[in-house]
């Protein structure tokens, strides 16, 4: 993380984060939809340990025509993304996944283009569907 990363000022945030993944009963094996539920929970657990700042967000993954080839759901706190259900996607990605926010789409694009034909992915707190 850079000197410029709000969560260098607030150690509180850094605290509250490390203390939901290790309290959390996060699944051991992801699978498809879990996200849909645990990304809203370490959302929800963070703003119970008053980081206002985390938010749910969705992973939209397209292919070459720019079609989406799946949607993911994490939560990101300023430029970091907290996904505790990616290793869905490949077991070589980690279980309690915490990436600044270009390192996470790269390595997703990289573990996930092959079996599902992405070539990009953005993140936002707009549903893509609707």
């Given at each position: 993380m850079?000197?410029?990363?709000p ?11 490390i203390d ?5 009963a996060?699944?051991?094996h ?8 645990w990304a809203d929970?370490i959302?929800?657990a963070?703003?119970?340990r ?7 967000v969705?992973v ?5 025509d720019?079609a989406i080839?799946y949607?993911?759901k ?8 907290i996904?505790?259900?990616?290793r869905q996607?490949?077991p070589?990605?980690p279980?309690?996944?915490l990436a600044?926010?270009?390192n996470y789409?790269?390595?997703m694009?990289?573990?996930?283009s092959?079996p599902?034909?992405a ?12």
């Amino acid at each position: 993380m850079t000197d410029d990363n709000p969560l260098f000022a607030e150690p509180h945030t850094s605290s509250a984060i490390i203390d939901v993944l290790a309290r959390e009963a996060l699944p051991e094996h992801p699978v498809d939809g879990d996200c849909l539920v645990w990304a809203d929970r370490i959302t929800e657990a963070l703003h119970e340990r008053n980081v206002p700042a985390a938010e749910t967000v969705w992973v939209v993954a397209k292919d070459p025509d720019g079609a989406i080839v799946y949607l993911h759901k994490a939560t990101r706190v300023y430029s970091l993304i907290i996904d505790c259900t990616a290793r869905q996607f490949s077991p070589k990605l980690p279980p309690r996944w915490l990436a600044e926010e270009p390192n996470y789409i790269e390595a997703m694009v990289r573990e996930t283009s092959r079996p599902t034909g992405a070539i990009a992915i953005t993140i936002t707190t707009e549903n893509p569907l609707w």
